[in-house]
């Protein structure tokens, strides 16, 4: 209260001295002469808000690098960072609603290319960045990533990395102790095989950590990509599956149930960071989580392809997890957020970036030198002509936020029950329900 008093006093001094000196705009009467003075505005203060949910292993490790950069280049802008945890921002989202309602919003957060940012854009919480969008950027960046954060035909973020979810993490020990070729791994049925060969010799084949849900629901999306094949993903996403009979979606929660007969007993009581603990510690052979392990494997310690490897299920699709910052029109200090999104934009920060995170960069003219042998491959493939790009179900990229919401709780039911019928007719029913009344993407992926 004291210091309120202070401030408050001292620029009522500061607005006195400024009349007495005539710098306070408009006219003012000295005796009989009339002076003109002009108006003048306050700088922005020098602060940068930021909110986003790398709290983890490599992530949290990556952001702080870039946070060193931009201060290196930005000396007098100082960074209010407010790290939510809570693993793909599911505690940051709650957060930041409260902060949006309040009409006090961060300077910039992170969030999910596609429909996760569409309730912002809608309800004009977010300001467009064009100007941002910088020919180099329009030039380097993939068109589908740009698609991604476009609405309206203008853009709204900035992306600092693409992440792959489809992929299935394992220790290289465990996988030579009892002479598993990982490239004999080359479909779902493979995977089951190798499953059952590890259980039957007492090792745990999948780590799981569903205690926030969504690991569950992205560990079911890879299966529906290896078991339902892109077309059946893209009819999945634009709202097309809305028969609780349909083969392939029965085919494919039947999939997922015998996957789960493989994860460790207490998986509802771990993250997926500590399910990527089982396997780093040996206790679990793998586990289905995003390139975001990779970040954690490394941050523990273990060098790629000779402590931990990677099998990409299918192995011709890019399954996308694109981490964007964007510019809320209520921001206290827009301008410091303009400089951190287009500082974003560069090969410095991303090369800064991704090769902690495990991550890969945007731009697809980064070199390749920072990165790791699987980092190097997933860049190749992302941008392989032949490689097929869908957004991710699970991160908020392919389908209206209330799905997604269903969702979750669909598959953390199932998790439990595993019951096909009962599953299939949820899913089915939240697609009627919240998909389409929600649909604003008609999603071409094939």
Same mark, same amino acid.
């Given at each position: 209260m004291k210091k309120a008093v202070y401030s408050l006093l001292l620029v009522s001094?500061?607005?006195l001295g400024v009349i007495a000196s005539g710098c306070i705009g408009g006219q003012t009467q000295t005796g009989t002469a009339t002076v003109t003075v002009t108006k003048s505005v306050a700088p922005e203060q020098n602060v940068l808000e930021i909110y986003h949910w790398w709290t983890a292993g490599g992530e949290k490790q990556a952001i702080e690098a870039v946070f060193k950069k931009f201060k290196d280049k930005y000396p007098n802008i100082e960074i209010k960072a407010n790290p939510v945890s809570g693993g793909a921002g599911v505690n940051m989202k709650m957060v930041l609603q409260s902060l949006m309602l309040a009409g006090k919003p961060p300077d910039t957060f992170q969030v999910h290319a596609g429909y996760e940012m569409a309730p912002y854009v809608k309800a004009k919480q977010l300001t467009p960045i064009d100007d941002i969008w910088t020919k180099d950027m329009r030039d380097h960046y993939p068109k589908v990533i740009q698609q991604m954060v476009m609405f309206n035909g203008h853009y709204y973020a900035v992306p600092i990395n693409v992440h792959r979810?489809?992929?299935?993490?394992?220790n290289k020990h465990i996988f030579e102790k009892y002479g598993i070729d990982p490239n004999s791994i080359k479909s779902f049925d493979d995977l089951m095989r190798?499953?059952?060969?590890?259980?039957?010799?007492?090792?745990? !084949?999948f780590a799981l950590g569903d205690r926030n849900k969504w690991p569950a629901t992205h560990a079911f999306e890879v299966v529906m990509l290896s078991i339902g094949g892109v077309q059946f993903y893209q009819d999945?996403?634009?709202?097309?599956?809305?028969?609780?009979?349909? !083969?392939t979606l029965k085919k494919v929660l039947e999939a997922y149930a015998e996957y789960l007969n493989y994860v460790n007993s207490d998986h509802a009581a771990k993250t997926w960071d500590e399910a990527c603990g089982l396997v780093y510690k040996g206790d679990a052979a793998m586990t289905i989580m995003g390139d975001w392990a990779n970040g954690y494997f490394k941050a523990k310690g273990w060098k790629p392809d000779v402590d931990y490897g990677a099998i990409v299920l299918p192995s011709n699709v890019y399954d996308l997890v694109i981490d964007t910052f964007v510019l809320p029109a209520k921001a206290a200090h827009p301008e410091a957020a303009k400089k951190w999104l287009s500082f974003i934009g560069t090969v410095e920060a991303q090369n800064t970036f991704n090769p902690i995170k495990g991550s890969i960069p945007a731009r697809d003219d980064a070199p390749l030198d920072p990165y790791g042998p699987?980092?190097?491959k997933f860049i190749k493939d992302l941008r392989s002509p032949s490689t097929k790009l869908v957004p991710s179900i699970t991160h908020g990229s392919a389908v209206p936020p209330a799905f997604l919401s269903d969702l979750n709780d669909i598959i953390s039911t199932f998790v439990t029950n595993k019951n096909v019928d009962e599953t299939a007719k949820s899913i089915v029913s939240a697609v009627k329900q919240d998909l389409l009344p929600n649909k604003i993407k008609e999603w071409k992926l094939t």
């Open positions: 001094f500061l607005v979810a489809n992929v299935v993490w394992y190798v499953a059952q060969e590890l259980k039957s010799k007492g090792v745990t !084949p999945f996403i634009n709202g097309k599956i809305t028969d609780p009979n349909n !083969p699987i980092q190097k």
